[in-house]
């Protein structure tokens, strides 16, 4: 970066500095008798020199091309634009925070049903019906691999 910098820099300077030489254009006539303008005439011509007034430099094209001033309009285009964008953004981040939500909500769940299928204690669910049962050491190892395994998960 400051190497490019530096370039344009020393490039600006080199204008600058040689803007008095090229605001001169030296002219002559050639053995056929035609108008001849160059900066190194041939030796023994006759040269006249002629100034050049500088103009105004071209203007920039594409995108860093300026336009002057915006109507309003066009400030109102870029004010909606950059509503919108920051609207997204924000929907983003909540958006964000609430699968963050959810995921420590499902950890602590996770954690809990780990803490009470380690107790040793019994377990009772209930069936379609409505009826009361209590699970069998099968059923609690797999519910206690399965709450391990989102424990790990939404934990970490």
Request: proline content about 7%; hydrophobic content about 35%.
């Amino acid at each position: 970066m400051k190497r490019t910098g530096f370039a344009v820099a020393a490039a600006a300077l080199g204008v600058a500095l040689s803007g008095g030489a090229q605001a001169q254009i030296k002219c002559w006539k050639d053995a056929a008798g035609n108008r001849m303008c160059g900066d190194t005439p041939p030796p023994g011509a006759t040269v006249s020199t002629v100034k050049v007034q500088p103009g105004p430099p071209p203007p920039p094209a594409g995108k860093d091309a300026q336009k002057g001033p915006l109507t309003p309009a066009e400030q109102e285009q870029a004010y909606q634009r950059r509503r919108q964008a920051a609207e997204k953004a924000d929907e983003k981040a909540q958006q964000a925070k609430e699968q963050q939500a959810a995921k420590q909500q499902n950890c602590a769940n996770a954690q809990q049903s780990v803490r009470m299928l380690e107790s040793g204690q019994r377990v009772a669910r209930f069936d379609a019906s409505g009826q009361r049962y209590f699970i069998d050491d099968a059923t609690r190892a797999k519910e206690l691999e399965s709450a391990r395994k989102i424990v790990q998960e939404s934990c970490n």
